[in-house]
């Protein structure tokens, strides 16, 4: 009779206690569904698009949302991802002693080069499990934005794609029209 390994599931607590008691280092981690995920290096692209998207935000959201760079965001007891940024609902102060929640946050935006299949198989599931309203994943390769709206436990019931020449607004801050060249480069 073959027997399968147990896995140790980790909680947001486990994980932060262990992180504050330095176990981790200086290593780029998330807690994807209890389990410690290893981030891949940040490259330049997806480095500079991350400074592009905040940029952009910063500059023209004003005081309706915060801007939130590769940050926490609390997802239930199991998960502590770090998107590459997310809008939250202000006050900022709201976020002095505690990381976001999925209702705090109006956007959250990946940037995937080399890891898209990750974050459309494994996070974005997670993300829209847990109520996070929006989701675009930034697929740099692909030249284009994937944008996932109303979210449930099995998945987006709307996913868009808008590449060169077109633009892209969030649902919370319609207003704010951003064109995907300017995102992408």
Avoid at 153 to 159: E, N, S, W
């Amino acid at each position: 009779m073959a027997v399968e390994p147990t896995r140790i599931l980790f909680t947001v607590d486990d994980y932060e206690a262990l992180g504050q008691m330095g176990f981790f280092g200086h290593r780029r981690l998330e807690l994807i569904e209890g389990e410690i995920i290893e981030m891949t290096p940040i490259g330049p692209d997806h480095g500079g698009c991350v400074m592009i998207l905040n940029s952009l935000f910063t500059s023209r959201v004003g005081d309706r949302a915060v801007v939130n760079v590769q940050n926490p965001v609390r997802l239930g007891d199991l998960s502590e991802p770090q998107p590459d940024l997310t809008l939250l609902a202000p006050p900022l102060e709201r976020y002095r002693h505690r990381h976001p929640r999925a209702t705090d946050i109006l956007l959250l935006i990946e940037v995937s080069d080399t890891t898209l299949r990750f974050d459309r198989q494994v996070k974005l599931p997670v993300y829209a499990k847990h109520g996070v309203m929006e989701v675009w994943i930034v697929d740099l390769k692909g030249q284009a934005v994937e944008i996932h709206r109303q979210p449930s436990p099995d998945g987006y019931a709307i996913v868009e794609r808008r590449g060169r020449g077109q633009t892209i607004s969030s649902e919370a801050l319609p207003d704010l029209v951003i064109a995907v060249d300017d995102i992408i480069g």
